[in-house]
Structures are given as C-alpha cells and as structure tokens.
C-alpha cells in the first residue's frame, strides 16, 4: 500500500510524458525557424487559420492509420478509400444531381451522400479487416492491394480525369465554413474523431485489446481475446475514418481525383511514428499523434512559403520517416536489455 504522503506527492507532481515534451519542443522549434525565415507571412493570423482548414484531413488519415499501428499494421489504403468516397459523392452531387436543384432536394442529395460515405467505409474496411484478420495477410500486402483496387475503382468512375463542378452550399460550408466566424468548420470535425479515437483507444476495453493484440498477438489470443474481432474493428474504424476524410476533400475542394493525395499515406505514417505509436505495434498516446500533426503541418505550411518542391518534400518526409523508425528502433532495443539486466539482478538478490 502506497503511503499518504507519496501519493500526495505524486498528485501534486504529475507525471509528465516525455514524448509530449519532446513534441511540443518540436513544435516551437519549427514556427520560430520558420517564423525567422518566413518574416511577416508565416506567423499570421491569415496563415494560422489557413492551416486550421488544411490539417484535419491528414489528421484523419493519420489517425486511422495509427490506430492500425498499435495492432502492428497499417491501413494503406486509407487514402484511396477517402478518394473513393470524394469521387462517388462528386458524382452523386455534381454529375447526378440537377443544377436547379430545390432546397428539399438538395437535402436529399447530402443524405445521400453522407449515406454513401458510411457505406463505402464500411464495405471497404470489412474488405481489409477479411483479409487481414480472418486470412492472416499480412497488413501491408493486404491493404497494398486494396489500395490499387480502390484507386481502380476510382479511376474506372471517373475514366481518369476527375470530378469537378459546384457543390451546395451546405457542402462547402462543412469544407471551408466558420461556426460563430472564427472556428473552423473541418477543424471541429477533426477534434471530434480525435476526442472519439481517444476515448476508444484509451478508455474502452476494445483499446486495450488492441494494445495487447499489438504488444503479443498469441499472448493476447491466450488470454481469451477474440484476435480475429479486433482487427477487423480496427480495420474498419480506419475506413470510416479515410471516408470521413474524403467527404471533408470533397467539400472543401469540390472536386475528386482518384491520385489526389499521393504523398498522404506517408506523411500520415510519419506523423503516427513521430508521435510514438511503435511500428512494432502495443504502444502509442493518440494525444501526442495530435501534437506531431501539428508539427508536419507547421512544416509543411513553412515548405509552401519558401517554394519547396513537392519531391524535395516526398524526400524529407521520407527520410524524417526512417529516422524516426530507427530511433523507435533503438529505444525498445534499449529498454528490452535495460528490462533483461532487472530480471537478472532481481534473481540474483532472491
């Protein structure tokens, strides 16, 4: 039994997650950098709020990969999926739908679409977490596959050339709209998956089972863990996520494109990494996933200003990625021999 006096101690010193520290010292480190380079145009309101619009899409997408992380895998396929559903809910909102169209009809048609979104999820994060979970594939095979089918799909809709019109109003609302003229529509769409991913990840016992799943799959099978539920779960809040992502792409683009994106997946696995959720799966802070958003975007909003290259781009947050890998690498190397050196100590004092 814990004494008094410490856990008051304790309380009054909370512990604090260095990975939250370290993220947040990112995050100063590159707006002054940029700030200093960008004088007058980066550290503006104008450019805050226009970040405020443009992060929640790569925050979803990255969310719904980290997710799959922690199970030791990693949904592919998200960004295709969320193309899918921009260029199906282009076509039913722009193509289908008439230009005259009546304030009851156009209702109709947004329920439509939001009706489509929730299914195209669904049918494709079945269709991952099938091959994943009930057929063992191995996760980036499997949604490697998915990946060129969706894009497929996508492209056979659209014979290549995209969706592009007008959208209703009520849609571009949703995309680039203020609530009260100063919050961000996508923005509170963000916080609120964000809040959700949270409270299942870290406060359910789905949450920890797929932190178990991740940590030791057999361990966790022993344990009486339906394995093969979990992942298909997991696989499948990762769909509805990158659906969610493509609705926002449509609203605030109106247009849909089956290659939009390309460089998402990978600055959505760097995000997850460089927020602490192990590639090696069983650990990760959905919270700290949220700071190192926040730190590629302040990133990538400094590359804009300073003319930056899409493929200079592609090649930092590549090697950023490896980086990072390497480092988690080297730290659960670390701990394991550091966790070995107790075990032995401890055997050796009884």
């Avoid at 592919?76 to 230009?99: D, H, K, Y």
């Avoid at 966790?220 to 990762?238: E, H, R």
Wanted: net charge positive; charged share 10%.
């Amino acid at each position: 039994m814990i004494p008094l006096g410490n856990r008051l101690k304790n309380f009054m010193k909370p512990k604090i997650d260095p990975k939250t520290t370290q993220l947040i010292g990112i995050i100063a480190v590159i707006f002054i950098l940029m700030s200093v380079l960008n004088p007058g145009k980066y550290a503006t309101m104008n450019n805050l709020m226009s970040m405020c619009f443009q992060f929640p899409e790569m925050g979803l997408l990255t969310i719904g990969i980290a997710i799959t992380m922690i199970t030791a895998g990693a949904d592919l396929s998200i960004v295709s999926i969320a193309n899918l559903t921009a260029t199906v809910n282009g076509i039913i909102l722009i193509q289908l739908m008439p230009e005259d169209a009546s304030g009851s009809s156009v209702v109709v048609y947004m329920i439509l679409c939001i009706f489509a979104t929730v299914i195209i999820g669904i049918l494709c994060g079945s269709l991952n977490g099938l091959l994943i979970g009930k057929l063992s594939i191995f996760p980036i095979l499997a949604t490697l596959g998915t990946q060129n089918l969706f894009t497929g799909i996508s492209m056979i809709l659209t014979r290549g050339v995209g969706v592009f019109g007008t959208v209703p109003a009520a849609l571009t609302f949703i995309g680039s709209g203020r609530i009260l003229g100063i919050l961000p529509v996508p923005l509170i769409l963000f916080l609120v998956a964000l809040l959700l991913v949270y409270t299942l990840i870290h406060r359910t016992p789905y949450g920890m089972k797929t932190q178990w799943f991740g940590a030791n799959r057999k361990a966790s099978f022993y344990a009486g863990i339906d394995n093969v539920k979990t992942v298909f779960k997991t696989y499948l809040f990762s769909a509805l996520l990158g659906s969610v992502t493509g609705f926002l792409i449509l609203a605030r683009t109106a247009s849909a494109k089956a290659d939009y994106g390309s460089t998402l997946v990978l600055q959505a696995l760097l995000a997850s990494v460089l927020g602490g959720i192990s590639p090696l799966g069983g650990k990760g802070n959905i919270l700290n996933v949220f700071l190192s958003i926040i730190s590629l975007q302040l990133l990538d909003s400094g590359f804009n200003f300073l003319r930056i290259s899409s493929f200079v781009r592609a090649s930092t947050y590549g090697g950023l990625l490896i980086v990072s890998i390497v480092i988690e690498y080297i730290i659960n190397k670390y701990q394991m021999k550091r966790e070995a050196k107790r075990a032995i100590m401890a055997t050796q004092d009884d």
